[in-house]
């Protein structure tokens, strides 16, 4: 793996009363969220080999929007249960496993997880991974273990500052 995308889900429904947590659906807001984040990450990074998503609903319909909106068809979507809510141990734990066959792998999960991953990767990176948010990261050589030494080349973080 040269490339790592880490991408928190868009804004979910607050409607609680009417969903568990897990198949909470994007609001409104959050669909537009995802549309304006796919172009930014169309734009700025080469297209990822692998998506994984946890299996929430609104993981799984943020990585949809993003591969719809960037027309890569030939992206594979992955649902993984393991992922929802997912400690940062489990999310390295899963990269690790898909990192030996990939070049850019993308993780579309949740928060407090994500954060901690990022805070792992990029200490002096004091970020919570707000909704809709993504950082990729490039190693300067191929990582297949994120628990050993890894040289990062160059990272990009966005926030979907539009809120519109």
Known sequence: MNYLTLMRHASASNETSLYRDIDRPLSRNGIEEAIITAKSIGSRNPKPSKIVSSSATRTEQTAEIIINENNWKSVVLESEPELYLASCNSLINKINQLSVTLEHIMVVSHNPGLSD????????????????????????????????????????????????
């Open 117 to 164: 991953l990022v805070e792992y990767l990029l200490p002096h990176l004091k970020i919570t991974m707000p909704t809709c948010s993504y950082l990729t990261v490039q190693f300067s050589t191929g990582v297949t273990d994120l628990n050993f030494e890894f040289e990062i080349k160059d990272y990009s973080y966005s926030e979907n500052t539009d809120t519109n």
